[in-house]
């Protein structure tokens, strides 16, 4: 299983910047893919980045220029430099991380998620 925690959230001006960053621990065989994806109120959860064991790098259109994306493969956190945000930014983000883990007769491939944290962007 994996476990993942997300510290780094709170409330900015806009303008202004933000980092989060994600911790995976627990036991896998390998972790294919992290990243983070958002939420606001009444909408649906959207992919904001996300970045693969090779790194390959993929970011939602809204976010692209502002936001950079990082991982250590080392310590097995990844990592969100936000910005210049705006308050259509404002959401709960997500880590979320694909994982291969040791399951009964074989291996399981599933994706996990943390709890969230919130970025409010207002003045």
């Known amino acids: 299983q994996v476990q993942l925690v997300e510290s780094g959230g709170g409330l900015v001006q806009p303008g202004g910047s933000l980092r989060l960053s994600c911790a995976a621990s627990g036991r896998w065989i390998s972790i294919n893919y992290m990243g983070w994806y958002r939420q606001a109120p009444g909408k649906q959860r959207e992919l904001v980045a996300t970045i693969t064991s090779g790194s390959r790098i993929n970011y939602a259109d809204s976010v692209k220029g502002r936001f950079t994306i990082s991982n250590d493969d080392a310590k097995n956190t990844v990592s969100l430099q936000m910005n210049t945000l705006k308050r259509e930014d404002t959401a709960v983000y997500f880590c979320?991380?694909?994982?291969?883990?040791?399951?009964?007769?074989?291996?399981?491939?599933?994706?996990?998620w943390g709890q969230g944290t919130q970025v409010t962007v207002s003045s």
């Open positions: 979320k991380a694909g994982a291969v883990t040791r399951s009964y007769g074989g291996v399981s491939v599933d994706d996990y």
